[in-house]
């Protein structure tokens, strides 16, 4: 199941695994052509063509090779290779010196902001049933906007999930959500900032309810937490959303995103040892013995570990903050030129995702199919309807051909010469 | 507006029986547990559809504890988007806001998919 829902069904007229391997060459061009198929590379977290893709290759490139170096490497057996175990120890400290982190944290590991997420609903989960043992129906309150992946594990799980409704500003309504617990909350979150709309929650005023009500706050900073420190080093103000808000217990935030890692790699800090010890588990109910991992998942390979070590110790907070710049003067620029194309608005977001309107009444998805025709793509947003561009320190080509490309598309969906059958094929 | 108002009743109606009717409806019916409105932007038309249970059963009017809500912009176009074959016009439909989903889409999804 993709991200769009579409399913893949391929057939095959006989079985494809070969009874003999074939040569490194045969083997090679079969991947190649796997990768000609792809229209366009998809990299990092955002949605961007060509070849120029950021205005540092060569991060992106030294990422690659770091990743190449150590993917398979073993992170559940790091305690047996003291380079890699050194290499992840460096990785968390430095993720707590980017983040200006408080001493004392505790810094995990995981395959990605889903997993960060679970963790940190699993941690919250496991401390309230040691201190409300007699709830029979835990349940999180969290606003309608937080990513999806808390519906899935809570899915999972059976965990029962609030959405509350946000307010006007599209923002959590802080108040709404202190109704909405009761004697079971055991969970409220907020963005920092969230992915549907690029804003901000009230992340203190959402802490402060925590606090009253004794529960566990957690800041899912996923998408903007590794970009945050260094725009606001770079002369941006953002909204307060980490540890020194009293109250936030864990931040999910990801290395995969904003830290240029190659994925999968994400965070999950807890603000001490304290609730630390709520994630951590150790089977020993089975033949081979105590068994403990890092989060949620066995085997990991290192070589993420190792593109964030690489990209880290390359770029130095001077290059950080160089392309949290970038990032700012490419929002700037993406929101000048869409805002010059009769009938389209940008949002005022805080940080990333971009997200625009478009005319009244103009199908966004005409749009979409559209610019994906000109293999320019986004993504979509349901509620309400917009388009979203994650923004990274891009090439101004590659803004300068979305701008273009939406100027020549927007009349045509206009006219009527495009309509939603151009987004059929990606279904 | 007759139509539309018919449309919603029938919907019910189709709902209640093929959970009488189908097995395999019956069992999707009892993983699900929600309450969805569909309406007009001015409220002039509502119904409210129940799931519980592995029971399927519809009110005249909008709860207000709804999990779904399906809001159009007015009957004629309701009525025209959710008898369509067509699976890409619902989408059109809430890409142009002409529907507008508050809540969790995949209810939405699944009842279109009924209507249709």
Redesign the interface.
Known sequence: MGYFGASEEPRFDSDIFPLTGGTEEEVMAGLDEFEARDLEKIVGHSIVYGVQLMKDMDAARIAKLANMKFVRNNMLYKELQPGTLRMSIEVKRMIKEMLGYPDGVRVRLTSGGSESLYCAINAAYQWFRHEKPRVKEPEIVVPYSIHGAVSKWCHYTGIKLK?I?LGSNHRADVSAMEQAITKNTFFIAGSAPCWPYGLYDDIEGLAAVAGRHGIWMHVDACLGGFLAPFIEKAGHKLPAWDFRIPGVRSISADLHKYGYACKPLSSITFRGAEWEQYHEFTASDWPDGPYSTEAICGSTSAGPVASAWAVMKFLGEQGYVELARRCLEVKRRYTEGINSVEGLRCWETDLTPLVFQVP???????VIGGLFERKVYCL?G????LIKIVVDPVTDEVIDRFVGSLREVVPLVRKGDI???S??PYL | MVKFSLLLFVLGAKLRLTGLASKEFRKLLHREKFILVIRTADGDRARTFHVRNGRAWARRGAEPRADTELVWCDAETAARIMLSKND?DV??A?????L????N?KYALWFMKLAG
Request: hydrophobic share 40%; proline share 12%; aromatic share 12%.
């Open positions: 959405r409704p009244e009444g103009m199908d966004i998805f005409a979509p349901f509620q309400p309807p309509t939603i059958e987004i059929r | 890409l989408y059109s809430i890409g142009s806001s002409t507008r989903i508050m809540g889409f």
